[in-house]
């Protein structure tokens, strides 16, 4: 039997999940939250108690100071035991060369 307007399915493996909207990130794209149940009724349940709480404000995050730049150098330290060397002297040359010069110096929250 279908029910609307619920957010709450039956899944494969015969649990029942239910969505709720958690908040929106910075770019303003919708999160959301699911949650579980051996029931219908016990996720209907749980899905008032997270539509009547206060929305996550933790969600929207305000950076830790660093530039855009500091995470691709970082970044490519962190994957040079990844993948070999050539690939990280095309990613180098790529960010150095086309990357850097427009983004490396903005903060990530503001490039959009």
């Known amino acids: 039997m279908s029910r609307k307007?619920?957010?709450i399915y039956k899944r494969k493996d015969g649990?029942?999940?239910?969505?709720?909207?958690?908040?929106t990130?910075?770019?303003g794209r919708t999160l959301y939250g699911s949650c579980y149940?051996?029931?219908y009724r016990e996720v209907?349940?749980?899905?008032?108690?997270?539509?009547?709480s206060k929305p996550d404000e933790s969600i929207k995050k305000t950076?830790?100071?660093?530039?855009?730049?500091t995470y691709c150098d970082e970044w490519l330290?962190?994957?040079?035991?990844?993948?070999?060397?050539?690939?990280?002297v095309k990613y180098h040359s790529a960010f150095e060369n086309h990357i850097k010069p427009f983004?490396?110096?903005c903060r990530p929250e503001s490039i959009r």
């Open 5 to 7: 307007g619920e957010n």
């Open 15 to 23: 649990r029942w999940e239910g969505r709720y909207k958690k908040g």
């Open 25 to 27: 990130s910075e770019n």
């Open 37 to 39: 149940g051996k029931t």
């Open 44 to 52: 209907k349940e749980k899905l008032e108690v997270y539509r009547h």
């Open 63 to 69: 950076g830790s100071g660093k530039l855009f730049g």
């Open 77 to 88: 330290t962190v994957s040079r035991s990844k993948v070999k060397e050539s690939t990280i």
């Open 103 to 105: 983004f490396g110096g």
